[in-house]
């Protein structure tokens, strides 16, 4: 995918030297990574090799053990309780589960969040903004379901009109097309493009579907035993000469 943003670079996400261990098990090593505004960026790499580890160390769902982490200028292990929820409000989280409330219908769950940060003024524009979210995703017809009653793809689909109805800057996404059909995951990926069109959204995308990469991706970053190993476009790591990276996409 090439990119399809005209905007100026801008660094919105700036990682230096990032480590994680737990216990014995070093999972990041001296990461350094950098995310331009605007694009889809991808991290890929083996199972278990701490791609979902760095995502959770950018929002301090898991503390690092020493680097930097600076969003949006802001340096994420420095700040106070108070200053890092206004950084994560700016940030949306589509979990590898969904993170759907069982109990609630879509609407509820969508309604959830605009109510709980106090972003709606009127009972009319609460039910405009629901169901924009879910015209986003082709599944107004939802509305008064229980996640109970989707499909897995319905279900991601909803995730994600619930992490874009807080029209957030950047957006984290956590194996967004894990356990679903090929032609469901192909929908989700043409959707996060979509949707980056359509807000201007920064994206990163933690996968190991590779035809999730090559639909999605305007860079690719390679996470191996814990460093970024590579990084590039599609067509230049699948026509990689190393034999490990040649391999990871052929």
């Known amino acids: 995918m090439e990119n399809s943003t005209d905007q100026k670079r801008e660094t919105v996400v700036r990682i230096e030297n990032l480590s994680k261990s737990f216990q014995d098990n070093t999972v990041l090593r001296n990461v350094n990574l950098s995310i331009q505004k605007g694009e889809n960026a991808v991290i890929i790499g083996q199972s278990g090799i701490g791609k979902s580890v760095l995502i ?76 924009e979210a879910l015209d986003n995703v082709g599944l107004r017809e939802a509305v008064d379901l229980l996640p109970s009653e989707l499909s897995g793809g319905m279900q991601k689909r909803i995730g994600l009109a619930r992490t874009l109805i807080l029209r957030p ?58 460093v970024l190993y590579a990084s590039g476009k599609y067509n230049e790591l699948k026509s990689s000469e190393d034999p490990w990276i040649y391999n990871f996409f052929n």
Do not use: W
Not at 101 to 128: C, G, H, I, W
Not at 171 to 176: T, V, W
């Open 169 to 226: 800057e950047i957006i984290l996404y956590d194996e967004p097309t894990t356990g679903l059909d090929p032609i469901t995951s192909k929908e989700i990926s043409n959707l996060i493009i979509k949707l980056q069109k359509k807000y201007h959204t920064t994206a990163i995308i933690i996968t190991h579907d590779i035809s999730c990469v090559r639909l999605t991706a305007n860079i690719i970053h390679v996470l191996k035993d814990g």
């Open 56 to 131: 959770k160390c950018m929002v301090r769902l898991i503390a690092p053990d020493s680097g930097k982490i600076e969003i949006f200028g802001r340096e994420i292990p420095n700040l106070d309780e108070e200053e890092l929820n206004a950084v994560r409000k700016r940030i949306g989280f589509l979990f590898q589960g969904n993170a759907l409330y069982d109990s609630m219908t879509v609407r509820e769950n969508l309604e959830f969040p605009l109510v709980r940060n106090k972003l709606v003024s009127s009972k009319q524009e609460l039910e405009a903004q629901v169901f």
